[in-house]
């Protein structure tokens, strides 16, 4: 179920750890589509916002059951796009790195390094009947947000009054554990400002579905050993405190994206 069906969504939004519903959406219908990669996370939800048209998927599951490697990236996708999404707002709860991205910082990335393995990363493979699916080999990954709905996010924001910080680079992690004082050494040696979960494989598959897409990070912690106490250790409330914390300008932002008009295709 590749090809849409459904009228066209204003925007998609996947929400991660600690946001996994739209409160403004009104009017909201639940669709639970199943796509040739299988099941996603959830229902989809989609509602409206300020009169357009938008879709919610909570990346883990309502209820948080999914964990990041477990996650059917490929299935939220493709039941994104199936219901008419043509561009994607990913939200990622990351812990930061380098200075710039304290706790409750929210911060739009514009490159990423994947760390992550034994994921189902492409749409491209040879299916059961041999042929290959997918329609692309090599897609273009260096700019791995799309700049135009970055740029969007952005000026959004600056409308909105709502801070965020432009630019870094997001490693994606493995997990489900959090990450060494050494790995987070090395990842900021290799240029990572930024560490999550669940970055990729969504981006690069988005880029393959032909998605657009932007991630919308939100600071909850300092990575392992990056924030001023050295020794500090990393809580799950302490994670979840400071999403709900910063993530209260996230719709603001969003509005402020639709009331700019429609994106570009
Ligand atoms: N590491 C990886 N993923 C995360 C973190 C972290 O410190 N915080 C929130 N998601």
Known sequence: MSTPTHPPLALAVIGG?????LAELQDVESHQPVTRYGAPSGP??????????VAFLARHGEGHSVPPHQINYRANLAALQALGAS???????????????????????????????????TIC?????????GEVLHVDFGDPYTPSLRARVLEAAADAGVALVDGGCYGATQGPRLETRAEIARMRRD???????????????????????ACLAIVANWAAGAGPDPDEVITLQDVLD??????????AVLRSMLARGPLQP
Do not use: K
């Open 242 to 251: 400071n999403v709900a914390a910063a993530s209260s300008g996230v719709p």
């Open 17 to 21: 750890t600690g946001l996994y519903r």
């Open 191 to 213: 240029g990572c400002d930024l560490v999550g979960m669940t970055g990729m494989p969504e981006a690069g598959l988005a880029r393959e579905l032909g998605l657009h897409y």
């Open 44 to 53: 989809i939800r989609i509602g409206t916002l300020d009169g357009h048209r």
């Open 87 to 121: 561009h994607v707002l990913a939200l990622n709860t990351v812990g930061g790195i380098t200075e710039r991205f304290g706790p409750r910082v929210l911060g739009c990335p514009d490159q990423l390094i994947d760390y992550t393995w034994g994921r189902v990363s």
């Open 125 to 133: 493979e040879v299916e059961a009947d041999g042929r290959l699916g």
